[in-house]
């Protein structure tokens, strides 16, 4: 974007959202309303990984990749 255009993205949905996603997401608001939630790191540990190992995978070759010479 360059210096004269707006920032601003706007999500456009294309489905009806039904009663029933309506009511979960309403449950969902209340519930981090009331709760703190999961830390980045938390959630990372709870998934058996580290911080490090996650945070240099984007570093890493995936799997099937290999390199062409």
Same mark, same amino acid.
């Given at each position: 974007?360059?210096? &004269? !255009? &707006? ?5 456009? $949905?294309? $489905? /009806?959202?039904?009663?029933? +996603? $309506?009511? %979960?997401? &309403?449950? =969902?608001? %209340?519930?981090?309303? =009331?709760?703190?939630?999961? =830390?980045?790191? !938390?959630?990372?540990?709870? /998934?058996?990984?580290?911080?490090? +190992?996650? &945070?240099? %995978? ?8 290999? =390199?062409?010479?």
């Amino acid at each position: 974007m360059n210096p &004269t !255009q &707006t920032n601003r993205i706007e999500r456009i $949905e294309d $489905e /009806l959202i039904s009663p029933e +996603e $309506e009511e %979960a997401v &309403t449950r =969902s608001k %209340a519930w981090f309303f =009331s709760n703190d939630g999961m =830390s980045w790191e !938390q959630l990372v540990n709870d /998934l058996g990984f580290s911080v490090d +190992e996650i &945070t240099n %995978a984007s570093h890493m070759p995936m799997e099937n990749e290999h =390199s062409e010479p």
